[in-house]
């Protein structure tokens, strides 16, 4: 991390800024006709969630509710600790209310299993999941999910959210790090 620019530490970029709000723009499409007449609470998981949620609410032209949750699986570095614990809830109580869980990357699917099951037991009218990224073969705990925009290789990506070791997430572009950062 100790480049002058933040965007000097990539080694390749997957997805520029424009592909992405290009996606952003087509999953929020999707997700406008799938709710018509519906009310619609979507949850950004912080932090990563941050970009895209403040992208997806701006690409929709109709009403919708924001609400935000923290939680944690992640220790430091590029592996999840395996244990998911709430750092802080939603303030809406959302029963009987139509809730889209907005995340920026599935890559174990312990986050969003345990979290959607935690969701479906406050009583909602329905929980799906939004996805930017999502990597199948890191795959180890299986999630339904509604809206992806791209499956992605089994790599560590930063940027649009992302982070590696909490920098990067102001990276417009999504990318891998050259391996000089890890060492
Ligand atoms: O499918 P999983 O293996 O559970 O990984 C996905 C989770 O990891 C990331 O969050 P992270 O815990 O890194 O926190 P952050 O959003 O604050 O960076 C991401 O935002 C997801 O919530
Ligand atoms: O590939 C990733 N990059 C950054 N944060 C993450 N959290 C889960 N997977 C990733």
């Known amino acids: 991390m100790d480049s002058a ?11 520029t800024e424009e ?25 950004g998981i912080l932090k990563g969630a941050v970009m895209v949620m403040a992208d997806l609410a701006r690409a929709f032209n109709r009403h919708v509710e924001m609400d935000w949750m923290a939680v944690t699986s992640y220790g ?10 709430i750092l802080k809830d939603l303030d809406t109580d959302v029963s009987g209310k139509h ?11 312990l986050t969003l299993s345990w979290l959607t099951s935690n969701l479906c037991s406050r009583g909602p009218a329905s929980v799906e999941i ?4 999502r990597k199948p073969d890191a795959q180890q705990m299986p999630v339904e999910v509604k809206y992806v925009g791209w499956d992605i290789p089994d790599e560590f990506v930063v940027g649009y959210g992302l982070d590696y070791n909490e ?14 950062v890890y060492s």
């Open 99 to 109: 809730v889209l869980v907005v995340d920026e990357i599935i890559d174990t699917g």
């Open 19 to 43: 592909q992405i709000h290009e996606k952003v723009r087509e999953l929020a499409q999707r997700i406008e006709q799938d709710y018509e007449g519906k009310n619609l609470l979507i949850v």
């Open 5 to 15: 620019h933040v965007q000097d530490d990539l080694v390749k970029v997957l997805f």
């Open 76 to 85: 430091s570095g590029t592996k999840s600790s395996g244990v998911v614990r």
């Open 167 to 180: 920098s990067y997430r102001n990276l417009r572009d999504i990318g891998t790090l050259a391996p000089h």
């Open 130 to 133: 939004a996805t930017l990224l």
